[in-house]
């Protein structure tokens, strides 16, 4: 069965600076990828995703992540952070092998961004 | 459009009542998903659904539980009775299609609280 650890239930970064959210995957086989971000008392966005392609995916809010099936994983980047960027990041992933259908997420890192 | 609609947004109540959650996933969609979010357990996924029938309910944590989608627009989640670790957020997603790739999209959620 699939799983994914996302390293650092708590990263804190300074506004401006790089901010870098880990996540690996356990899967059988390359699966869907997906980064969804939740800003307090809100559900979750969909920020970017990995289906098949381009292994560099960009997102929404400046973000972006990289497939790397090598090291399975699947960090989240933002060459600059952002006041607004502080909220909770959620790294999830469907295994196609299965033909399952249903996403898992890892348990969620919260991201602080310091004046 | 209009996004996942889910209601009641907050609940209260006390232990032993009947809680019933419901959602009105994105029109068009025909996959439904009910997740549960806590501190201790973070996103967990309870059922989902394709085309209204249940395909996976293993999440489900008891009896005590029991979810329906009695058509394409309209799903409820039901507790009864319910007990204060039942306390959470029940998010309600959707998702286009089988497709484990494509994207689900949240509501807002449900905040229970238990007493």
């Known amino acids: 069965a699939q799983s994914v650890t996302q390293l650092g239930s708590h990263v804190s970064v300074s506004e401006g600076a790089l901010v870098l959210l880990r996540c690996n995957y356990s899967s059988s086989v390359p699966p869907y990828l997906f980064w969804y971000v939740q800003y307090p008392n809100q559900g979750l966005q969909l920020l970017l995703k990995y289906t098949t392609g381009a292994t560099l995916v960009k997102g929404i809010n400046g973000f972006e992540a990289e497939f790397k099936k090598s090291e399975t994983s699947f960090h989240l980047t933002k060459p600059s952070a952002h006041m607004s960027d502080a909220a909770e990041y959620f790294c999830?992933?469907?295994?196609?092998?299965?033909?399952?259908?249903?996403?898992?997420f890892g348990q969620g890192t919260r991201l602080t961004i310091n004046p | 459009d209009a996004g996942v609609i889910q209601s009641p947004r907050h609940e209260v109540t006390e232990m032993g009542q009947e809680v019933t959650l419901r959602c009105k996933p994105i029109s068009g969609h025909n996959s439904l998903f009910w997740y549960r979010q806590t501190m201790m357990r973070g996103l967990e996924l309870l059922i989902y659904f394709n085309n209204n029938v249940p395909i996976d309910d293993s999440g489900m944590p008891e009896d005590r539980f029991s979810a329906k989608m009695p058509n394409a627009s309209f799903s409820t989640l039901k507790i009864q009775p319910s007990e204060p670790r039942d306390s959470a957020v029940y998010f309600c997603?959707?998702?286009?299609?089988?497709?484990?790739?494509?994207?689900?999209?949240f509501g807002e959620g449900s905040w229970l609280t238990v007493v």
């Open positions: 999830a992933v469907s295994d196609r092998a299965q033909g399952a259908q249903k996403l898992v």
């Open positions: 997603a959707s998702r286009k299609d089988r497709a484990s790739g494509n994207t689900i999209y």
